[in-house]
Nanobody, 120 residues
Framework: QVRLVESGGGLVQAGGSLRLSCAAS????????MGWYRQPPGKQRELVST???????DYADSVKGRFTISRDSQTRTVYLQMDDLAPEDTAVYYC??????????????WGQGTQVTVSP
């Protein structure tokens, strides 16, 4: 079983910053990548950013230059530093892990989500 513990969401004014974190634990042999997705009100879930365990990163065009993803390999924690936040960044942010189980099969797991609200 895998557990993802997310933290760092909240309410912030436009132009402000927040830092999300997500720590993975459980039956994980190795990690392929971890990342963040978000679901704005009334919309579908969308990619925000992912980081491969070799350090390669990917960002949605809407957050490039404002958000930075990083990871701590030792603790299997991924961080999302969000700067210059805008009201359109308001969403539930979900952590995702793509990993190899201890039985060597590949799997994906999602966190419960953390709310980020940006006021004008």
């Amino acid at each position: 079983q895998v557990r993802l513990v997310e933290s760092g969401g909240g309410l912030v004014q436009a132009g402000g910053s927040l830092r999300l974190s997500c720590a993975a634990s459980g039956s994980i042999f190795s990690v392929n990548h971890m990342g963040w997705y978000r679901q704005p009100p009334g919309k579908q879930r969308e990619l925000v950013s992912t980081i491969r365990w070799d350090g390669a990163t990917d960002y949605a065009d809407s957050v490039k230059g404002r958000f930075t993803i990083s990871r701590d390999s030792q603790t299997r924690t991924v961080y999302l530093q969000m700067d210059d936040l805008a009201p359109e960044d308001t969403a539930v942010y979900y952590c995702e892990i793509d990993y190899v189980r201890r039985g060597y099969s590949r799997a994906t797991y999602w966190g419960q989500g953390t709310q980020v609200t940006v006021s004008p």
